[in-house]
């Protein structure tokens, strides 16, 4: 079976982030992937180690798709600066290859937002991420 759907991806919040900042608070925004498409949340200025965005982005999803790595969220934690380069803040990975699969057969799939462990390329522990995900399928699929 195939088709075409909608990933909405909550962007609950993070916490114990590593700080990279020596003075001030940093301002956490996320990036996340999925396939070749990609969003950016907005910034949670000033909020440290600890912040929150309640915000929802939107995928399109071609099931099946024409590789593994289509069925992937990427989150990566980012710092924004004024007067430099943005500073990575560590990853996580979120694979949906069962969610969209279970959201074609069913009519609808939901993983309630939990939290994931993000890393450091290094696999290091460097906080953790909430979100949730919820595939639907398109009318016509």
Known sequence: MGGTGKLEVLLVDCKDIRNTRFLGKMSP???????NQEHKSTVAKGRGRNPEWNETIEFDVDYPGDSVHKYKL??????????????????TKVYLKDVISLGMENGK?????????????????????????????????
């Open 29 to 35: 925004y996320l990036i996340v992937q999925y396939g």
């Open 74 to 91: 990427v989150f990566m934690i980012m710092d924004k600066h004024k007067c430099c380069a943005d500073e990575f803040n560590g990853e």
């Open 109 to 141: 799939m939901e993983i309630h937002p939990m939290k994931y462990r993000v890393v450091l390329p290094n696999k290091k522990y460097a906080g953790e991420i909430k979100v949730g995900v919820t595939f639907t399928p398109d009318d016509s699929s």
